[in-house]
């Protein structure tokens, strides 16, 4: 018998437009997502190494890698430049340009393994328990022993403060005393939020393995963090540090060589700091947008012999925010050793 009713057909084609929909719907997703991905301009290293190579720069095999170090001034006194993450010795440029620091010492900058000229050791065959810290001190001292160092006084920002009293706790015979700018140790998830969103597509790309470098404005807006007054830095610096950092940044290898190092990160052993015994300064800006200001009491409550100095109006990098007054510090730190600690104390008091 025929059926008395019949249901409605569907439409023949519905599923077919609800996938174009769909399609065209993610279309934005995607084009975002490739530019996300999609590789940067990759520098060319010929180029990159002939415009920052100086007269007085060196280059030492290191554990697979190529580190280099400038070794310049002409003081006797030896100091040594240690920068801090997605940073290099390149970033001291206003403290060399605009104070007599050259005329003062001997300094020795470093660029940490894949960081500035300092080539990264091949990723793809590191052991699983490579270390990073224990890497990049071991670099460290490497330098000094070929650059004729017997005793030195470190100067140190962020990353390169927690190495530096690392090399000291490991070295005591190496260096002599410490100023350590905003240095970092302490826990790794104690960063500041703003500064964790701002490079979330940096260190989740790294770790993903899929970007191969950053663009100028990616680089303008990790050096934002940094700095608390853009407009107080010597002239044309902030342009010359983006290009820099787009420069190096964007060499064969680097971006997996941040992943190599987040995917490796221990926690550091700050048990070391209490046994350090040399003269230690640390210099917090006050508008410190990167680390929690809360770690300099950390710091001044485990150095047996600290001294804090607070820079107002100051973010996370002193030596370029404020070079003249880094330099006075450095100086008459460096020139007080012999004196006794209540002329320490009173001679920090001065600052406040």
């Given amino acids: 018998m025929p059926h008395s009713s019949t249901a409605s057909p569907k439409p023949r084609y519905s599923r077919l437009k609800r996938a174009v929909v769909i399609l065209l719907g993610s279309i934005p997703f995607v084009l975002g997502l490739l530019y996300f991905l999609w590789p940067k301009n990759q520098s060319d290293p010929k180029i990159v190494f002939e415009r920052y190579t100086t007269p007085n720069s060196y280059f030492i ?92 006084m470190i100067l140190a920002n962020s990353l390169g403060g927690m190495l530096s009293w690392n090399v000291a706790y490991e070295r005591p015979d190496l260096v002599q005393s410490m100023m350590l700018m905003a240095p970092a140790g302490f826990a790794w998830d104690s960063i500041t939020q703003p500064y964790v969103e701002g490079m979330a597509p940096w260190y989740v790309g790294a770790i993903l393995n899929l970007r191969l470098g950053v663009s100028r404005e990616e680089r303008a807006d990790a050096a934002n963090y940094s700095f608390y007054n853009k407009e107080a830095l010597p002239r044309n610096w902030f342009s010359q540090r983006v290009q820099a950092g787009y420069a190096f940044m964007n060499l064969p290898d680097r971006m997996q060589w941040l992943r190599t190092m987040i995917l490796s990160q221990e926690v550091a052993d700050t048990s070391r700091i209490q046994q350090l015994t040399q003269p230690t300064m640390i210099l917090w800006g006050e508008e410190d947008a990167v680390l929690p200001y809360a770690h300099r009491n950390r710091f001044m409550q485990d150095l047996q012999e600290g001294y804090l100095v607070e820079m107002p109006a100051t973010g996370h990098v002193p030596h370029e925010e404020d070079p003249r007054f880094v330099f006075n510090l450095l100086y008459d730190f460096y020139n007080r050793q012999q004196s006794t600690v209540q002329d320490e104390l009173e001679w920090v008091q001065s600052f406040d």
């Fill in 61 to 152: 095999d290191y554990q697979g890698g190529q580190v280099h170090y400038v070794d310049t001034g002409y003081g006797e006194r030896v100091v040594v430049a240690i920068h801090g993450l997605n940073s290099c010795f390149y970033h001291f440029t206003p403290l060399l340009e605009n104070t007599p620091i050259l005329d003062s010492f001997r300094i020795i900058g470093i660029d940490l393994p894949g960081f500035g000229l300092s080539n990264p050791p091949n990723y793809k065959t590191l052991p699983k328990d490579f270390s990073f810290q224990k890497h990049f001190t071991g670099a460290v001292t490497a330098v000094l022993e070929d650059a004729g160092v017997d005793s030195c």
